[in-house]
């Protein structure tokens, strides 16, 4: 599956200054057609979220140019070597022990990973779970947000940096549902995929204000 973030804007961005190793807004707004402010409005909005980091730099006589690069979290967003590890990995114990195999790897990973939640959110409210969660999540490198909508707190996941390995194992996406249905202990109901197509993976969790 192509990650959708790589659709984006930003996602161009990205992927333009991991082939350019560092760029203006200028330059970047001749690649893409678009006005430097255009440019910087994105380039704000990456830098917030860890992915990008600006520095004035002099290049001959001419006046400092500020430059962006990417920092080390963005490479979160990029197939690694350990990717296509892992995926030969799960591919032989497909093979050799079936579908169930791999599906109860990533259910008890699922299951170690909520143990490991649920002592972090002991004596929190559902929302505070839902922000934990999210707060865990970003820091895999995911791009999450978390928005209430009456009685329900949606979470969004706008990228998955294990698209590769979803993309040939969906039991990858049984961990997270694990944890949700877990320490949320409450409904909680997937809306939309990133792996099926989908512009964010989204999960709807009853939260009613009073909770």
Same mark, same amino acid.
């Given at each position: 599956m192509?990650? *959708?973030?790589f =659709?984006?804007t930003?996602?161009k961005?990205?992927?333009?200054?991991?082939n *350019?190793?560092?760029?203006s807004?200028f330059?970047l707004?001749a690649?893409?057609g678009l006005s430097?402010?255009?440019?910087?409005q994105?380039? &704000?909005i990456?830098?917030? =979220?860890?992915l990008?980091?600006?520095?004035s730099v002099r290049?001959?006589?001419?006046k400092?140019t500020?430059?962006?690069?990417? $920092?080390?979290?963005?490479?979160?967003y990029?197939?690694?070597a350990?990717?296509? #590890?892992?995926?030969? &990995?799960?591919?032989?114990?497909?093979?050799?022990?079936?579908?169930e195999?791999v $599906?109860?790897i990533?259910?008890?990973?699922?299951?170690?990973a909520?143990? *490991? #939640?649920?002592?972090? %959110?002991?004596?929190m409210n559902?929302?505070e779970?839902v =922000?934990a969660?999210?707060?865990?999540?970003?820091?895999a490198?995911v791009? %999450?947000d %978390?928005? *209430?909508?009456g009685d329900?707190?949606v979470?969004?996941?706008?990228? +998955?940096?294990?698209?590769?390995v979803?993309?040939?194992n969906p039991e +990858? +996406?049984t961990?997270i549902?694990t944890v949700?249905d877990?320490v949320? =202990? $409450?409904?909680?109901k997937?809306?939309e995929?990133?792996? $099926?197509?989908?512009?964010? +993976?989204?999960f709807?969790?009853?939260?009613?204000?009073?909770r």
């Open positions: 192509h990650d *959708r973030f =659709d984006s930003r996602g961005i990205v992927d333009a200054l991991r *350019r190793r560092a760029a807004a330059e707004a690649e893409f430097a402010n255009a440019i910087r994105q380039l &704000v990456l830098e917030r =979220d860890g990008v980091t600006g520095k290049r001959g006589k001419t400092p500020h430059e962006y690069e990417l $920092t080390a979290e963005a490479n979160r990029f197939p690694q350990y990717d296509r #590890m892992l995926n030969a &990995v799960l591919r032989e114990i497909r093979t050799t022990s079936g579908d195999a $599906t109860q990533f259910e008890s990973i699922g299951k170690r909520s143990e *490991r #939640m649920a002592r972090k %959110v002991a004596g559902v929302a779970r =922000d969660i999210a707060a865990s999540i970003r820091s490198g791009t %999450v %978390v928005e *209430r909508q329900v707190l979470l969004r996941e706008h990228n +998955c940096p294990y698209a590769s979803v993309a040939e +990858c +996406c961990a549902h949700l877990t949320i =202990d $409450t409904d909680v997937q809306t995929s990133l792996a $099926t197509g989908g512009n964010a +993976c989204r709807e969790v009853a939260a009613p204000a009073s």
